[in-house]
């Protein structure tokens, strides 16, 4: 059962690292990619809560609100990856998602009322160090890096956020409310903005490439983490996701070919942050190890 556990772990981080492709594959602007993969998801989400398991939706009006906003996050942080893969390349988006670790563990001692683990610090200014090069060396790709960097940090607001809901209502809800309510907030923003009718600016292709993306590969993985964690830990999982860019990166390397061919530099940067993050993963192992 373990071992079938991590195969279905690294199958949903692969996913997710796919996710990027399927971005740069899909012609639609970023703010129409995201509109419509939240409302497939949503749907989808619905689907599989009220008919397939017939599981109640119904969350108190503080609840709601709560994950409202944390939804908002959530859109935010798509819409800013989805448009630094269109300004730039798949490898710049993913690479810049390592400062989510840096963010984390500034926003998180400050939320959940914990010290600052000194071995975060180190790791963060690791990862500064390697974004700053990266930045350097592929300065052509700025506003990708920016945007990559905007999407790191709304992914940090959204990821430990989320962390307090749990145990308030079943993740199934909490899933669904965050995307619904993500999606609600960019129709808003389309009706008061007039850019409401843009959403028709989107082609059959693109439009079975999003329904793939909200299923297999936002819906499905969303729900399996959560599934997973009855049989692997909560540091399992976290480090394993870490190797979402690793298979971005590498998969965009072999599907894009030249686009996505970056600089030895890049590659070197890359790679000592996602090394860091693993590093600083197993301190933390060993640190709650000694403390049960």
């Known amino acids: 059962m373990q071992k079938l556990a991590l195969f279905r772990l690294h199958l949903i981080v692969f996913l997710w690292g796919f996710t990027a492709i399927l971005g740069k594959l899909i012609h639609a602007n970023a703010q129409i990619l995201v509109f419509y993969r939240m409302l497939f998801a949503a749907i989808f989400l619905y689907a599989y ?3 397939y398991k017939k599981e109640s939706i119904k969350v108190s009006k503080k609840l709601f609100f709560q994950l409202a906003a944390i939804g908002t996050a959530m859109a935010l942080h798509w819409y800013c990856f989805f448009y630094s893969i269109k300004v730039s390349n798949v490898s710049i988006a993913l690479s810049c998602l390592s400062l989510s670790t840096l963010f984390a563990s ?4 400050v939320i959940f009322k914990r010290k600052v683990d000194l071995s975060e610090v180190v790791m963060g200014m690791v990862i500064v160090a390697c974004i700053l090069l990266i930045f350097k060396t592929e300065f052509q790709y700025k506003e990708g ?3 990559g ?13 989320n962390g307090k809901m749990f145990g308030k209502t079943s993740s199934g809800n909490i899933i669904f409310y965050e995307i619904f309510c993500g999606w609600s907030v960019l129709m808003l923003f389309y009706l008061f903005s007039g850019q409401i009718f843009q959403i028709n600016e989107i082609n059959y292709r693109d439009l079975a490439l999003i329904c793939l993306l909200a299923s297999v590969f936002t819906a499905f993985p969303m729900l399996e983490s959560v599934n997973l964690m009855k049989y692997i830990s ?4 976290i480090l394993t996701v870490n190797l979402e860019p690793v298979y971005g990166i590498i998969l965009a390397f072999f599907i894009f070919g030249e686009s996505e061919h970056m600089s030895p530099i890049f590659y070197i940067a890359s790679f000592v942050m996602i090394m860091a993050i693993i590093v600083n993963g197993l301190i933390k192992a060993r640190k709650t190890k000694k403390t049960t």
Do not use: D, H, N, Q
Request: glycine content about 4%.
């Open 49 to 51: 809560i009220r008919i």
């Open 106 to 109: 500034i926003l998180e001692p």
């Open 145 to 147: 890096i920016f945007y």
């Open 149 to 161: 960097v905007l999407c790191a940090v709304f992914g940090t607001i959204f990821s430990v956020f």
């Open 234 to 237: 909560p540091f399992t999982l």
